[in-house]
Nanobody
Framework: QVQLVESGGGLVQPGGSLTLSCAAS????????MGWYRQAPGKERELVAT???????NYADSVKGRFTISRDNAKNTVYLQMNSLKPEDTAVYYC????????????????WGKGTLVTVSS
């Protein structure tokens, strides 16, 4: 069984910073990619950023230049450093991982965390 557990959400003022973490545990051979999605009230879940095991990153246009995704492969952990936060960044942030359980797995399985709430408000 695989679990993704997020941490680091909370209330922050506009212009502030916050760092999210997500640790994967369980039967894991590889995770590729890992990433973050978010869902604001009344909106669909959207991509925020992803990162491959080799370190290649992809960002939504709305967060480019403000958010930085990184990962620690040895710890199966992904981070999201969020700077210059705006009220429109308010959402539940979900950790995502495409995980192979063994070296014989041909395809990965998508796993999601339960989400952590980020509120940007004065």
């Amino acid at each position: 069984q695989v679990q993704l557990v997020e941490s680091g959400g909370g209330l922050v003022q506009p212009g502030g910073s916050l760092t999210l973490s997500c640790a994967a545990s369980g039967s894991i051979f590889s995770i590729n990619p890992m990433g973050w999605y978010r869902q604001a009230p009344g909106k669909e879940r959207e991509l925020v950023a992803t990162i491959t095991s080799a370190g290649y990153t992809n960002y939504a246009d709305s967060v480019k230049g403000r958010f930085t995704i990184s990962r620690d492969n040895a710890k199966n952990t992904v981070y999201l450093q969020m700077n210059s936060l705006k009220p429109e960044d308010t959402a539940v942030y979900y950790c995502y991982g495409n995980i192979k359980n063994s070296k014989w797995s041909r395809y990965g399985t998508e796993y999601w965390g339960k989400g952590t709430l980020v509120t940007v408000s004065s």
